[in-house]
């Protein structure tokens, strides 16, 4: 399966590394990205799937040991990363935003 990042989704993960290496120093700026990274690399095998309940063709991932969900869509052929958002921020209701 081919792994499309939208360009919010790409805006997001430069935000988060420079925030991150701001912040927290490049060791866990990078642990960070390896493990997000490695978590879209599993999303085709992922068994359980929780929709966006105003976008029933959207998917949410949480990730584990970091405070992010990721947001994904399904094609016939691909993974597109749609975003990549802090689970501190309200939730995400506008396609958009």
């Keep these: 399966m081919n792994i499309h990042y939208a360009p919010r989704a790409r805006a997001d993960l430069s935000h988060i590394g420079t925030q991150s290496r701001r912040v927290f120093g490049e060791v866990v700026a990078a642990a960070l990205e390896t493990h997000i990274r490695a978590t879209v690399t599993r999303l085709e095998v992922i068994s359980t ?15 584990v040991r970091y405070p992010f969900r990721i947001f994904y869509e399904l094609t016939e052929d691909s993974i597109i990363i749609l975003h990549v958002r802090h689970t501190s921020r309200r939730g995400w209701t506008d396609a958009k935003s």
């Design 49 to 63: 799937r929780e929709h966006i309940q105003q976008r029933p063709t959207v998917y949410s991932l949480p990730l």
